[in-house]
T-cell receptor, first 113, second 115 residues
Framework: SQKIEQNSEALNIQEGKTATLTCNYTNYSPAYLQWYRQDPGRGPVFLLLIRENEKEKRKERLKVTFDTTLKQSLFHITASQPADSATYLC????????????FGTGTKLQVIP | EPEVTQTPSHQVTQMGQEVILRCVPISNHLYFYWYRQILGQKVEFLVSFYNNEISEKSEIFDDQFSVERPDGSNFTLKIRSTKLEDSAMYFCASLSQSSGANVLTFGAGSRLTVL
């Protein structure tokens, strides 16, 4: 079955630096991959989607890359701010005719002022 | 911005009691979901619902769980006889499909505490 892993449970970074989060997956060749943000006690919020034919996608200070050979996506936040502190989840789309979106365990990012 | 609404925000119940969690998905969405998140753990899929029936369910979604959409707007998750390990945040989500990509919009969640 498909597996999705986010290698770091937690990441602390100084304000103004670039945060880089990693997502790896196995047993799957997704047509796209998604990133969500989750604040404590709240539901995940969709941030970005990157398709298999896109190497890179940007949205304001966010940048996502997708390497289908390595089966990896990197999520970057440039010029990080304390307000960026949250848990970031990568998600694989449905496969095999089903509609389940599968989430990674998440990386908890703390941006230190 | 359309949103998914969940009630109650927090429910405390005794073990063995029935619980119903309610959700109002986004009106023009067709697929609806329940996910669960035990404190400190990952967001886990429970069930998806389409065209008034379950389209997929996980191994967590056993006979104690049921879902229905009784009136075309509300989408409910019922746990018949709650166990301590059912304590978690339960998130409802509805799905939009745009250019072949599925994006979930989640509600704020219902925190269930089973004593």
């Amino acid at each position: 079955s498909q597996k999705i892993e986010q290698n770091s449970e937690a990441l602390n970074i100084q304000e103004g630096k670039t945060a880089t989060l990693t997502c790896n997956y196995t047993n799957y060749s997704p047509a796209y991959l998604q990133w969500y943000r989750q604040d404590p006690g709240r539901g995940p919020v969709f941030l970005l989607l990157i398709r298999e034919n896109e190497k890179e996608k940007r949205k304001e200070r966010l940048k996502v890359t997708f390497d289908t050979t390595l089966k990896q996506s990197l999520f970057h936040i440039t010029a990080s701010q304390p307000a960026d502190s949250a848990t970031y989840l990568c998600a694989l789309p449905p496969s095999g005719g089903y509609q389940k979106v599968t989430f990674g365990t998440g990386t908890k990012l703390q941006v230190i002022p | 911005e359309p949103e998914v609404t969940q009630t109650p925000s927090h429910q405390v119940t005794q073990m063995g009691q029935e619980v119903i969690l309610r959700c109002v998905p986004i009106s023009n969405h067709l697929y609806f979901y329940w996910y669960r998140q035990i404190l400190g753990q990952k967001v886990e899929f429970l069930v998806s619902f389409y065209n008034n029936e379950i389209s997929e369910k996980s191994e967590i979604f056993d006979d104690q769980f049921s879902v229905e959409r009784p009136d075309g707007s509300n989408f409910t998750l019922k746990i018949r006889s709650t166990k301590l390990e059912d304590s978690a945040m339960y998130f409802c989500a509805s799905l939009s499909q745009s250019s072949g990509a599925n994006v979930l919009t989640f509600g704020a969640g219902s925190r269930l505490t089973v004593l």
